[in-house]
């Protein structure tokens, strides 16, 4: 089992910049790719980037590129989303995500509120 703890995130006006920090316990060992996931109210869960264990490739989905920068501490095992020109449409709850080798293979945070607002 893994277990995934996030911070960070809350108010902020349009234009400024928040980080969201995740980390991960128990079996961290077969985890082999971590990221954040958003969902607004109302809509569905939505991607935002992911991150590669081994090599430290990210990806973004096209609502984040340019603006959020997906980390990695291998020695912590924490994921950082460092978010700048935020906008309205960011305000959701993200959620971070880990995918593990065996079964069971998805888990999940409980999730932290993002509010973009002026």
């Known amino acids: 089992q893994v277990q995934l703890v996030e911070s960070g995130g809350g108010l902020v006006q349009p234009g400024g910049s928040l980080s969201l920090s995740c980390t991960a316990s128990g079996s961290t060992w077969n985890i082999y790719r971590m990221g954040w996931y958003r969902q607004a109210q109302g809509k569905k869960r939505e991607w935002v980037a992911l991150?590669?264990?081994?090599?430290?490739?990210?990806v973004y989905a096209d609502s984040a590129k340019g603006r959020f920068t997906i980390s990695r501490d291998s020695a912590s095992n924490t994921i950082d989303l460092q978010m700048n020109n935020l906008k309205p449409e960011d305000t959701a709850a993200y959620l971070c995500y880990a995918a593990a080798l065996a079964e069971p293979s998805d888990f999940w945070g409980q999730g932290i509120q993002v509010t973009v607002s002026s």
């Open positions: 991150i590669n264990s081994h090599d430290n490739h990210a």
